[in-house]
């Protein structure tokens, strides 16, 4: 759909490129060396790293990416949303991914040396 000529005069010169639920879900598996996302129902997408599972659900307007450890004692989950209307960038959603499975490693390696510890 091409934006309004008012709208896109105040734009810079480069134009966002546009996606669909299904290529933009794939662009973040793509940028996170995964294979293309699964299709796991009407308006579902998933993947996983070794560290995290993501699931993609479409809504109104965007989507919603839920990021879950689950190999972690206590099971938590990162939600991140995304609104078509505001061009999201695949590699931002991507960045935000690596940022929170690098955290979850970095929590992993501390608790499993510090059982270590204690019982030398």
């Known amino acids: 759909m091409p934006l309004p000529s008012w709208l896109y005069s105040r734009l810079s010169a480069v134009q966002p490129v546009s996606y669909s639920f299904e290529s933009f ?3 973040v598996a793509r940028l996170l060396g995964l294979p293309p996302t699964m299709r796991t129902g ?3 997408r998933s993947s996983e790293t070794d560290h995290v599972w993501l699931l993609w659900k479409q809504d109104r307007g965007g989507a919603s990416l839920m990021v879950e ?4 004692e206590l099971r938590e989950c990162l939600v991140i949303r995304v609104w078509w ?7 931002d959603v991507a960045v935000m991914v690596r940022a929170y499975e690098r955290r979850g490693r970095r929590r ?12 030398g």
């Open 42 to 44: 009407e308006f579902e």
């Open 25 to 27: 879900a794939d662009e």
């Open 85 to 91: 209307h505001q061009s999201p960038d695949p590699a």
């Open 108 to 119: 992993s390696l501390r608790s499993r040396l510090a059982r270590v510890l204690r019982r």
């Open 69 to 72: 450890r689950p190999h972690t």
